[in-house]
């Protein structure tokens, strides 16, 4: 039941406008709001993202009311607590102030002030005759699901996946190696029925789109009035000798996966884990099986250095050290010629040879080599067109083109990217955040028809030693790299300029860096690379109002 809690030290509400401050709770054990004073109004919030707890004294408050999360991107709604873009599914709560005999006060129950959270509020009892089927159980489907009943979509929704479980973070298994799925699901099997959504395990096996029915494997068919593809990406496996038939060697994008890896791990330390792909998926669980399963690893790239695809080799050397001082060895420039099996039992790997003659001995391999887009069941689908990766290419609504009342988000989905630099160039973004905020813009498109879609910056973080954070992208290139802060303590800010614009920004231990160059990219207002080489902080920046992508 709510009643009337103090907030400590607090005789009037004196804040600035724009100013953000933390402040305890009289009479709550660890009870903490957080106060924002913007457009000339107080709001009291909880204190912590919904996402994975972090501070939100740390954010970015914009203009327009958006308070975003200095970690991972999650932005709220400072008047409602509404959750504006991923990777939070839960709002933060919002509470009344009551001032009095010199103290100010919050209207709020114990609970939902220690709960840092409210629940949507996504009950629904089906009606009409609308039809939403999302085939895919990912990032995107729980975005696009979600959304739909946040914003009112009373028709029915079926997610059709061939996992076994409900959506789950599927980012935790290559940062955390995390078997057991209950422990990472987005939401509760409970939350699907009472928001009357339905989840169907089945395998996909092709599309009538013109009859507008979609068909599993089984042999159902699931009619639709709009259509959502969210599949995700399928891993590479490597078509060299010995990978396809010898045991212990491991793909990674599921449960099962992760499943596997651990009982070849097992309980003993030091057994020999070749990696063999140094992005993001490799370089995370080479870190999380040398770091917290205490195994010895090795990665191999065909980079100058970890992540120089993405990073560039100055950066992806910082990444290449911290691993290093967790116990990682590297061979990079390196290319796989076989796998071999193990003279004590040849149904197993036993090692890796590469093509300048190293052998790695190995008691198991992980391949971490990148994903293509899982649209096989598409493939043969004549009225439908896929690009040359495999992807299908889309409006800025995600609308696919060329079919009616079809979307794709997500690793599938390929789109105009208008972000700095982007200049609407045909983009595919494999990231998290990306999936689900396509799929929350497309569930808010079917729900409001005609409505704008709206903006958002790709943003995407990785557990190197350190907490990395991204923000922007660089499909058009980049040229120039300017580098703030202490690299060799792993406490930077990288800067990627085409020209003189910034396309992307990364940063370690520089928080609210990244959340605040998401906001200036948004606006247009992102400093120049000349800017920043004479000493700009994006943090001294005032953010204006209008959005400009």
């Not at 605040?516 to 400093?527: D, F, I, N, Q, T």
Request: charged residues 20%; aromatic residues 6%.
């Amino acid at each position: 039941m709510a009643q009337q809690y103090q907030l400590k030290g607090l005789t009037t509400l004196d804040l600035m406008n724009g100013e953000i401050r933390e402040v305890d709770v009289e009479g709550v054990e660890e009870g903490k709001v957080l106060l924002v004073r913007h457009g000339d109004k107080t709001h009291a919030l909880s204190s912590k993202c919904t996402h994975y707890g972090a501070p939100l004294k740390l954010g970015v408050l914009t203009p327009d009311g958006r308070l975003t999360c200095a970690w991972h991107g999650a932005c709220f709604n400072v008047a409602t607590g509404d959750v504006e873009d991923a990777p939070a599914l839960d709002p933060i709560a919002k509470f009344e102030i009551v001032e009095k005999s010199g103290s100010v006060f919050i209207k709020a129950d114990e609970a939902s002030i220690k709960a840092n959270r409210r629940s949507p509020d996504a009950k629904c009892s089906v009606q009409g005759q609308e039809k939403v089927v999302v085939v895919g159980g990912g990032s995107g489907a729980m975005g696009a699901a979600q959304s739909l009943r946040e914003q009112g979509f009373n028709g029915s929704i079926t997610i059709i996946s061939a996992e076994p479980y409900p959506p789950i973070d599927r980012t935790k298994l290559s940062k955390a190696l995390i078997q057991d799925a209950s422990n990472i699901l987005l939401r509760p099997q409970a939350w699907f029925n009472e928001a009357s959504i339905n989840l169907i395990e089945a395998e996909v096996s092709s599309v009538d789109f013109s009859k507008k029915l979609v068909f599993a494997s089984s042999g159902r068919s699931f009619s639709y009035t709009k259509l959502i593809l969210a599949t995700g990406g399928t891993p590479k496996a490597l078509p060299l000798p010995g990978f396809k038939d010898l045991k212990n060697i491991f793909l990674l994008r599921t449960i099962p996966d992760v499943q596997a890896i651990l009982s070849a791990v097992g309980q003993a330390k030091g057994k020999k884990v070749v990696v063999i792909g140094s992005s993001f998926i490799g370089m995370e669980v080479g870190n999380c099986l040398a770091s917290q399963k205490g195994q010895s690893v090795t990665v191999v790239g065909m980079e100058k250095a970890p992540l120089e695809r993405v990073m560039g080799a100055e950066v992806g050397r910082i990444f290449q050290s911290v691993l290093e001082k967790a116990g990682v060895k590297f061979y990079m420039e390196a290319s796989v010629d076989k796998a071999v099996a193990s003279k004590s039992d040849p149904s197993h790997v036993g090692a890796v040879h590469l093509k300048d003659g190293t052998v790695l001995e190995a008691d198991l391999v992980i391949l971490g080599v990148g994903v293509s887009p899982a649209t096989k069941f598409l493939s043969s689908i004549k009225e439908l067109k896929l690009e040359e990766d495999g992807s299908l290419r889309t409006d800025e609504s995600f609308a696919v083109q060329g079919l009616q009342d079809v979307y794709a988000v997500g690793d599938i989905a390929t789109y105009p990217y208008h972000g700095p630099t982007g200049n609407g160039t045909p983009t595919r973004i494999e990231h998290w955040n990306v999936a689900q905020n396509a799929g929350r813009s497309v569930g808010f498109s079917i729900a409001h028809p005609g409505s704008k879609p709206k903006s958002f910056i790709p943003i995407f973080w990785s557990a190197l030693g350190s907490q990395l954070r991204y923000c922007g992208n660089t499909v058009n290139g980049w040229d120039e790299l300017i580098l703030k802060g202490t690299p060799e303590d792993a406490r930077f800010v990288a800067y990627y300029a085409k020209g003189e614009e910034i396309a992307a920004v990364a940063s370690m231990q520089m928080d609210p860096v990244m959340s605040m160059c998401a906001e200036l990219m948004r606006r247009g207002k992102m400093p120049s690379k000349s800017e920043l080489k004479k000493g700009i902080n994006p943090l001294d920046v005032s953010l204006p109002s209008e959005i400009k992508i």
